[in-house]
């Protein structure tokens, strides 16, 4: 266990978010009262939460715990679902992505459509409710593709929800096919997209992109496809990559930004703060970025968005691939509420063999809810609920002997695997 989380922990369990507020600095307690009482922080305010530590850290993390309550009560939400990363063929060359492949390496590869539909009806089969989709984008792509995968599989699965494509696939498929924004997402909905991951954001700031990704889309690129699915009802997610070259006045911008646009559109479902994996990754090899986040800088960042998103977005995602169980049940008492998709991909490798894979059962995400006291609940992409889970059942098990090695996996994940990708 880190040294901030031993720490905290402690008077964490035991502390009240009010007697925190009051062992706060005034200047801190001021800002997380205007908050409780349904104050939209600002930039400067929500900049000088940023700065956090000790008393007031652990202040900020009860109070975002409490607003998270008020919002969505005590149940932590999953989603049963599969990802399917057709390719990882990439031409783009983002500089933070361990994932792409040129298409000549020894482990590129393209899986063939009839190959997705057979992992999406074997998804379906195991319980799952939506397949998430995304990919590397190849040179090579054909104009059609995208919408042509939606059909494949909604033509077998009529009710399989699909969550497929980041703004910059969506971009890509109007460079091939030469369709106008609006009229390409029209199609792809009438092909079957249920909603869209909204990744691809990193941190929605031109200058620092240049920096992870000089041929990634733009700022406004990103806000223009997110804005154009909304008004045409698919609705998205948003993320937010941190730990890497950015500084706390970035978070503050974006979850802004994020902000303004949900005031808009109302079509975010969900936002999901996505730490830097950096260990494979050009930016950190060539010195250009940090280590990731600290644990710190995770607590503040799920903190802050509830905070700053509070009465706009309902729901805050952990990234239970990047932050590892650990971690995820901590940013779940930080204000997070949703500990995201079972992702099963690798349920089917581990059936087939496999030592360990990118995959927690239902009945582990439900063992792991019930240590911090709180109740599981399965839900659909869009947050309905299907089902509460009240009582423990024989399914649930505490994934202990995997415990350990989850920072091994989150060292060497990569965008599209982790089901939520940047
Ligand atoms: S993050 Fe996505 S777009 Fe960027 S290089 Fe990796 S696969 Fe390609």
Redesign the pocket.
């Known amino acids: 266990m880190s040294k901030t989380l031993k720490a905290m922990d402690a008077r964490w369990r035991e502390i009240s978010w009010e007697q925190a507020v009051r062992a706060a600095s005034l200047p801190v307690a001021r800002l997380l009262e205007k908050s409780l009482d349904g104050g939209a922080l600002d930039f400067e305010e929500g900049l000088a939460l940023t700065a956090v530590e000790g008393d007031d850290l652990l202040a900020l993390v009860k109070v975002a715990d409490e607003l998270r309550r008020r919002t969505v009560g005590d149940c932590i939400t999953y989603v049963v679902n599969r990802n399917l990363n057709f390719t990882?063929v990439?031409i783009?060359?983002?500089a933070?992505?361990g994932?792409?492949r040129g298409p000549n390496s020894p482990d590129a590869y393209f899986h063939s459509t009839d190959t997705l539909v057979a992992k999406s009806v074997e998804a379906v089969e195991r319980g799952a409710t939506e397949v998430c989709i995304q990919?590397?984008?190849p040179k090579d792509l054909q104009g059609g593709y995208y919408a042509d995968l939606l059909r494949a599989i909604k033509t077998r699965l009529p009710e399989l929800h699909i969550h497929a494509y980041s703004p910059?696939e969506i971009v890509y498929g109007t460079e091939k096919t030469g369709m106008a924004l609006h009229d390409y997402l029209r199609m792809l909905k009438e092909a079957g997209l249920g909603s869209i991951p909204g990744t691809?954001a990193e941190i929605l700031d031109d200058a620092v992109r240049r920096e992870l990704?000089p041929n990634?889309l733009k700022v406004r690129q990103w806000i223009d496809v997110i804005r154009a699915a909304h008004g045409l009802g698919i609705p998205s997610t948003c993320t937010m990559m941190y730990g890497h070259t950015e500084r706390p006045e970035h978070w503050v911008r974006h979850l802004l930004l994020l902000r303004e646009i949900q005031k808009d559109t109302g079509g975010f479902t969900e936002f999901v703060p996505l730490g830097f994996i950096h260990s494979q990754t050009t930016l950190f090899q060539t010195g250009r970025a940090r280590a990731g986040s600290s644990l710190r800088e995770d607590l503040v960042v799920h903190a802050l968005a509830r905070l700053l998103l509070h009465g706009y977005i309902p729901n805050i995602q952990v990234s239970w691939v990047k932050l590892g169980f650990e971690g995820s049940l901590a940013c779940l008492q930080a204000g997070a509420n949703d500990f995201s998709g079972t992702l099963m991909e690798e349920s089917i490798s581990k059936s087939a063999g496999a030592d360990f894979g990118e995959y927690v059962s239902p009945g582990e995400f439900r063992a792991l809810i019930r240590t911090i006291g709180r109740t599981p609940a399965e839900r659909t992409t869009t947050y309905h609920i299907r089902k509460v889970f009240e009582h423990a059942d024989a399914e649930e098990r505490l994934p202990l002997e995997r415990m350990s090695r989850m920072p091994v996996l989150a060292a060497t994940g990569?965008?599209?695997i982790t089901g939520v990708?940047?």
Request: hydrophobic share 35%; net charge positive.
């Open positions: 990882n990439c783009v060359g983002c933070f992505c994932f792409s990919g590397g984008l910059m691809a990704s990634k990569h965008a599209p990708g940047y």
